[in-house]
């Protein structure tokens, strides 16, 4: 899910900004005439994304430190 956040972040933004010249993102091509709204759309759906994978594995850090751990047995003589 980072990785994808990421992707979307970058080619939402890049597009916001290629807007204004004579370059675009092949794969956001079709929607020229909706920028710079579905660019800065893209990106921000892009940073949720990123958010939200960073939540989830901090999450499952605070989860896996908070476990128990096994009480050891004493040695055998």
Known sequence: MLRLGIFLAV????S?????????FKILMWAEDYQPAIGSIVGVVGVLFVVA????NNK????????????QQPAQP
């Open 60 to 71: 499952k850090k605070a989860a896996a430190a908070q476990q128990a751990p096994l009480p």
């Open 16 to 24: 916001v900004g290629f807007h204004y010249s004579d370059y675009q």
């Open 53 to 56: 994978a960073v939540v989830m």
């Open 11 to 14: 080619i939402g933004f890049g």
